[in-house]
């Protein structure tokens, strides 16, 4: 029982609280069997595979509280209604990628990003962000996601990095619909993108791991985010392209730490880069 209070005071404990309570407001609307079966699937699934794989790693048996976050997060973001294996692989897929896509401080992509974008062209599954609340009433009780996610998001010192990348996307997107097509962006302002987009800025680019730590790397890292998810938005449409942002962060953060380390610039930063993202790397 002390761990468990200990591990409830951390971060990621702290995190593990506020998405439950999400879940837990969500349910009623989405359907309390297909979340229960989707994220118990996902949770159950994720956990033992990173569980064996602690296990021989450090010759230890370890709680995955990472591996459970990362399945909370993909089940939330995939569409409640999926079959009960679409959230359970897609988890599986983003415990693995923490593993072979790393550096020697850290895996490379945030792992739920990584695994619902390249899992959307095998279960073509549709991403209804259910875990933002969009499609609870009334409207207030949506203030949870923004109360929690604000909350984590100082706790983990990121809130630099969550204004940068929502300043510059919503600046983006009201800049188009200014001087371009308003009706083509007009989604963005509405729900559920304007939930996922504060769902995404507070829990997903907010990773510890793969985001950076200092005050001027989140301004740059923020903006960088944004502006991908921005141009993937307005070429390709896709419905991931939130997520498609984040993944060229983490490789801009990535990056920008090896080559700080070795004290290298671009390209020969970028060379050091790639030689060192390697499985299993420690």
Not at 102 to 110: E, L, S
Not at 198 to 204: E, G, K
Not at 223 to 241: M, T
């Amino acid at each position: 029982m002390r761990k468990l209070k200990q591990f409830f005071k951390t971060p990621k404990g702290l995190l593990t609280i506020i998405l439950l309570l999400l879940t837990l407001i969500a349910a009623p609307g989405e359907g309390w069997g297909v979340v229960g079966i989707g994220m118990g699937a996902a949770v159950v699934a994720a956990g033992l595979v990173d569980t064996f794989i602690l296990k021989v790693r450090k010759d230890v048996w370890e709680f995955p509280s990472g591996a459970v976050l990362t399945a909370m997060i993909v089940t939330m973001v995939v569409r409640a209604q999926e079959h009960w294996y679409v959230p359970a692989v897609t988890s599986v897929v983003a415990v693995i990628s923490k593993y072979v896509f790393r550096t020697r401080t850290a895996n490379v992509f945030n792992p739920a990003a990584f695994a619902v974008v390249t899992m959307f062209y095998v279960f073509h599954m549709g991403q209804s962000w259910w875990g933002a609340l969009p499609e609870v009433t009334p409207l207030w009780v949506q203030a949870a996601l923004v109360i929690g996610g604000l909350y984590i998001t100082d706790r983990v010192n990121k809130m630099p990095l969550v204004l940068a990348f929502l300043g510059a996307y919503f600046v983006l997107f009201t800049a188009t619909a200014y001087f371009g097509d308003p009706q083509w962006v007009a989604e963005i302002f509405r729900s559920p993108d304007i939930q996922a987009a504060l769902y995404f800025a507070l829990i997903i680019l907010t990773d510890p791991p793969t985001s950076p730590a200092k005050y001027p790397d989140q301004l740059i890292c923020g903006v960088i985010v944004a502006v991908v998810s921005y141009a993937v938005f307005e070429k390709f449409g896709v419905v991931y392209f939130l997520l498609a942002g984040v993944l060229v962060g983490n490789v801009w953060e990535a990056w920008r730490r090896v080559s700080r380390r070795t004290k290298q610039n671009f390209p020969q930063g970028l060379g050091a880069f790639l030689k060192e993202v390697r499985p299993f790397a420690s």
